[in-house]
């Protein structure tokens, strides 16, 4: 039997950040070595989010290519490549529009939800209604059976059943078949002021910081808030502090518990160290990635390859889409 079909992508919008790792890119290299893993940087959905700072799109394109390739997402094993470099998407995501009425994408829970929260953009556009479409076309143009994602992408994913199953009914066809989630076990990590670690909000930890950057960064982490002097006992369980020894150093989380609630080490201290462990951690990306981004055409090629084999897939279920549409 060949092994089962991964699908997963992300949006180029920026640097990626220790949250993107242990919420996605760790399960996504994982299942390379079961999986044949599909991974497509989605530059149309940035663009639907960021049309008015579309210029940027193409350097955070190598910016991700880059990140993807130092974590090990691995081009030998996985098809690796940008979304509008494969036109079928955009096709497919024609057919679906066409079937897909509109009160599914107006009831979308996380549609609604970007409506009230992003104030800084304008997104009450035709393309951004349709987000989940042209997401359920990147799935299904690979036949996927599974899709890595995070848990605010559930409503997506059943609205790409939901699509499939229509298009299949409709048509009398058995064309696409149910793709099940694959949820990351990690809890999601909070950035450095407690918030969702986010661009947006400044609060990330950068796959390429410099050791100094993280000292930085870490050394401006919030801590227990009940802990005011050093010799106060801790509560490591409501410190965000804690969570990244249990995230990165799950060897040293015991240690880390004892100091804190036995008011054994204090803050800047258990920072200093958690620092320290954190910049270890990330050496070997940073190294990677500095190593790789002297190499622009190396990334160009893997990109380039990716879609060769990317199409391979999207023309077949093209043509088996068309059919079923139109004879
Ligand atoms: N909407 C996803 C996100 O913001 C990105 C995405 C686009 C995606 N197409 C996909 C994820 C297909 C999984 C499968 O995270
Ligand atoms: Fe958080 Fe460490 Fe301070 Fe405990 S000692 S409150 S875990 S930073």
């Known amino acids: 039997m060949s ?5 997963s992508g992300m949006r180029p919008t920026g640097k990626l950040h220790l949250g993107h790792l242990v919420g996605a890119l760790d399960n996504w290299i994982t299942l390379q070595d079961t999986h044949q893993c599909v991974y497509s940087i989605v530059d149309w959905h940035a663009l639907m989010g960021e049309y008015e700072n579309s210029r940027n799109i193409r350097s955070y394109v190598y910016d991700m290519a880059l990140d993807w390739l130092a974590v090990g997402i691995d081009p030998r094993r996985s098809i690796i490549f940008l979304q509008s470099d494969v036109p079928e998407h955009l096709e497919l995501q024609m057919f679906l529009s066409c079937l897909t009425p509109l009160g599914w994408l107006e009831r979308n829970p996380t549609y609604k939800e970007q409506l009230r929260e992003i104030t800084t953009r304008d997104l009450q556009t035709y393309a951004f209604l349709g987000y989940p479409v042209l997401q359920a076309a990147d799935i299904l143009l690979y036949q996927a059976d599974a899709v890595p994602i995070g848990e605010d992408q559930l409503p997506h994913l059943e609205l790409t059943r939901e699509i499939s199953r229509r298009f299949n009914s409709m048509y009398g066809v058995e064309l696409f078949k149910d793709c099940a989630a694959i949820l990351t076990p990690t809890p999601r990590l909070l950035g450095l002021d407690n ?3 986010s661009k947006s909000y400044g609060n990330t930890i950068n796959l390429s910081d410099s050791p100094e950057e993280i000292t930085t ?17 801790g509560h490591p369980e409501e410190c965000n502090v804690f969570s990244y020894y ?3 150093a799950p060897g040293q989380e015991k240690a880390a518990g004892e100091w804190c609630a036995g008011a054994l080490k204090g803050c800047t201290d258990c920072k200093k160290s958690l620092a320290d462990i954190l910049i270890e951690y990330l050496r070997p990306v940073r190294e990677e990635r500095l190593k790789l981004e002297k ?14 084999r990317a199409r391979e897939v999207a023309v077949k279920t093209m043509a088996e889409v068309r059919k079923a549409v139109f004879s």
């Open 217 to 233: 960064k870490v050394k401006g982490m919030i801590t227990d808030a009940k802990r005011l002097r050093l010799k106060d006992p």
């Open 246 to 248: 249990k995230a990165f």
């Open 195 to 197: 918030r969702k670690m």
């Open 3 to 7: 092994p089962k079909r991964v699908f």
């Open 295 to 308: 190499d622009r055409a190396y990334i160009d090629e893997v990109l380039k390859q990716g879609a060769v």
